[in-house]
């Protein structure tokens, strides 16, 4: 018997102006990304907070990836960066808990960049395949179960 | 307002370790405001809390609430039932809110999750800057509205000392030398002469001489 591949659930905060066009624009070229990631569609990176990601986390994702518009090119001027921010903040406190900071990551795309987001979604999919499972789900069975 | 910081978590998963029901308390009002102890980070505290004991094998349910003012016994009323379900509080008030708590609760074990840092102002977007001391004795009008107790490194009231440089702080140069701020205040409300007065020191038995300071208005007591 083959042994049973781990396969990551990685929860994508897209900003609705650039990754999420892009993702939706890989579709449309029809390059393949891995069905790993859910994607949540956000007005922009900079609305995220780290308790979105914590929260992510507590449910059972194995990786969050959030992917905002190239630096200079927010559409409400800051927002990637404050997002940039609270990502590494929360990189810090993941550390903290114990969960390793490589599972949370945020990329800078344009609407355009079909491909390169693919190949980043790819990358962040075999990040956490390497890391394994989000170490809080094997860890006992707490009140809250996986949501995923 | 009061400014706080949050503890690690696992200094925070130390200080409750014993214990299997955990109430994590916020507070609407200064700790909310300098972005420590309110309703999200008591979301985000409990979330990380209850991650890391998962993680270290430790058994912990951790409930969550926010009232709107930990300092006051009306407010803490509206905790009292969530209070008496857990077995230990960790609050994330100031160390007055978090004391109020515990007083009212003499036989339950509460905790602070915040290290309550100084009184203070939002300088500007994530950057908190201490201003006052709380010396008892406020003699802001002196010195053109800047406090040299709190803002000046060597507390100095007749100032400045042979050590500031360029609107520099001799301590550490990253700061402005509070002291150039008075002169430069006290030139463009054009009260410089104030200055002529050398001050006698301050009476600091107002401040944190013999123990903790109360306040007796008579004409509100009932
Ligand atoms: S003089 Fe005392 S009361 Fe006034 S601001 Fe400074 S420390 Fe606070
Ligand atoms: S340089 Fe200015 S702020 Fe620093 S200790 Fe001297 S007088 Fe105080």
Known sequence: MKPEVFEPKIIAFCCHYCAYSSADLAGSMR??????VRIIRTPCTGRLETEYFIKAFENGADGVFIAG?????????????CAKRRVNYTREMLEEIGIEKERLRMVNVSAAMGRPLADLIIEMVETV???????VKLNGSSKKESRL | MIVAERKKIQDLLEIVKS???????????????????????VSIIASALRMAAKLKGQQLEVEELTIERQCDNVF?????????????????ACGAGVQAIAERYPSKPVYAG?????IGILEERGIWTEKCAA??????????GICPVTRCAKHMLNGPCSGSREDRCEVDPNRQCAWQLIYKRLKEIGQLDRLKKIKPPKNWSRSQSGGYRTI????HRV
């Open chain 1, 31 to 36: 390059i393949q990304y891995p069905p790993n």
């Open chain 1, 69 to 81: 518009c190239l630096e200079g090119g927010c559409h409400f001027v800051e927002g990637n960066i």
């Open chain 1, 129 to 135: 395949r390497k890391l394994g499972p989000n170490p």
């Open chain 2, 19 to 41: 214990h299997k029901k955990l109430l994590v308390l916020g507070c609407g009002t200064c700790v909310t405001v300098c972005l420590a102890g309110g309703q999200r980070e």
């Open chain 2, 76 to 92: 803490i009323e509206q905790a009292a039932e969530a209070i008496q379900r857990n077995d230990a509080v960790l609050s994330l």
């Open chain 2, 114 to 118: 915040l290290d309550t840092s100084f």
């Open chain 2, 135 to 144: 010396c008892g004795q406020c003699v802001l009008h002196l010195y053109g």
């Open chain 2, 216 to 219: 007796l208005r008579e004409d």
